[in-house]
């Protein structure tokens, strides 16, 4: 069975300071990977995607993530985080019709 | 264009009742799944239906089961609830083809 791994559970860090967030996937096979965001209150909502071409993919608000096919990684990256970023995020792998996510990493942005 | 619709928000139940949640999903989207998010076991899938047919199924006793509708709309039923089916109970939707699932607000189940 897959699994998906996510390295930090709780990342505390001030406003403008860089966020990188490890996911690592236990899958062989071609994967559509993703990283979801969960805000205070809100649903989930997809930041980016990777499904295939350039492993460095952009998504929303500033958010970049690096697919490295012989890590099994899809690291999250934000250059300059803001106090609106404190939220939880995921990291998940798609496979038969489901997601696998990791744990999450709950992430707090001080003023 | 709306969103995945879950109703209900909220629900309290009482041990060894019932409960049916219901799902409706984007406009166009046959691809309906429902997952459980918990404090201590996080998301885990629990179903999936496309064309009224579930083509997978999560790690889950039978107590759980779903089913979709020909308007792609999808109910979920937990029979006999126990303390630990607690949870935030999420739907999403895809376009047939795709695995990018877009998900609703859910349903907060306690029960006590």
């Known amino acids: 069975a897959q699994s998906v791994s996510q390295h930090n559970h709780h990342v505390i860090l001030s406003e403008a300071a860089s966020l990188e967030l490890g996911c690592n996937y236990s899958?062989?096979?071609?994967?559509?990977l993703f990283w979801y965001v969960q805000y205070p209150g809100q649903h989930l909502q997809l930041l980016l995607k990777y499904f295939s071409g350039d492993p460095l993919v952009k998504g929303i608000k500033g958010f970049e993530a690096e697919f490295i096919k012989s890590k099994f990684s899809f690291n999250l990256r934000k250059p300059s985080v803001q106090w609106s970023d404190t939220a939880e995020y995921f990291c998940?792998?798609?496979?038969?019709?489901?997601?696998?996510f990791g744990a999450g990493t709950t992430v707090t942005v001080r003023a | 264009k709306a969103g995945v619709t879950q109703t209900p928000r909220y629900l309290i139940k009482t041990r060894g009742q019932q409960v049916t949640l219901s799902c409706s999903p984007i406009s166009g989207h046959r691809s309906v799944s429902w997952y459980q998010q918990t404090p201590g076991q996080g998301l885990q899938f629990l179903f999936e239906?496309?064309?009224?047919?579930?083509?997978n199924k999560g790690n889950f006793p039978g107590r759980f089961s779903g089913r979709q509708f020909s308007n792609s709309r999808s109910e979920m039923n937990v029979s006999t609830l126990e303390l630990g089916d607690s949870a935030l109970y999420l739907c999403?939707?895809?376009?047939?083809?795709?695995?990018?699932?877009?998900f609703g607000q859910g349903t907060r189940l306690t029960v006590v």
């Open positions: 999403a939707s895809s376009l047939v083809g795709s695995t990018e699932a877009f």
């Open positions: 239906y496309f064309s009224e047919t579930q083509r």
């Open positions: 998940a792998v798609s496979n038969d019709y489901k997601l696998s």
């Open positions: 899958y062989g096979g071609t994967v559509n």
